[in-house]
């Protein structure tokens, strides 16, 4: 359990995106917060403050979870991932983010870290992903700029590309 300083903040310590990190949170101050303000991340988007809109979405332990619906200190002893977790150390773009800027799936990008988070996990369990079953996943994100059909086609180009690279590798 965290502890309590004498200024109400307790001390939350977890990892994020690959990295041991410790900070101060007032109980009741919800993981966006926590991730912006004290661990300046400015990935960390919110859009409605109710779990709607999937905008502020991270992986806790590797499952996608809503920042804006968990507080900071339940991040404690847990793996925190958000979209700067995609992207190689040097910052070269992963192949999901590089398919998403090929087929035009993103303008404005408000959506996007949190949309990229939940498609990263949803692919982990569904390689070979039907358009329904993409456009489903895809109905827990609100995006007001894209209309979605770039981002249909980027996941599934992704879940194709895969597959054929795991087939390559697996006869070599």
């Not at 990935?43 to 979870?65: N, S």
């Not at 773009?93 to 996990?121: E, W």
């Not at 980027?154 to 054929?164: G, H």
């Amino acid at each position: 359990m965290p502890q309590l300083n004498t200024d109400g903040r307790r001390s939350v310590s977890f990892i994020l995106n690959g990295k041991p990190v410790t900070g101060h949170a007032e109980p009741r101050m919800l993981l966006t917060d926590f991730l912006r303000q004290e661990m300046g991340l400015s990935e960390i988007h919110v859009g409605c403050e109710h779990g709607v809109c999937g905008t502020c979405t991270i992986r806790m332990d590797g499952r996608p979870a809503r920042a804006c619906l968990t507080f900071a200190v339940q991040a404690e002893g847990h793996r925190i991932d958000t979209v700067q977790s995609l992207a190689t150390p040097e910052g070269a773009l992963n192949d999901l983010q590089l398919a998403f800027r090929k087929h035009h799936a993103l303008q404005c990008g408000y959506c996007t870290p949190g949309i990229l988070m939940s498609v990263t996990a949803f692919l982990e369990i569904n390689a070979e992903p039907s358009d329904a079953e993409v456009r489903d996943m895809l109905s827990g994100h609100l995006c007001r700029c894209t209309g979605y059909v770039g981002m249909v086609h980027a996941i599934l180009d992704v879940a194709k590309s895969r597959r054929k690279k795991a087939g390559s590798t697996a006869t070599a």
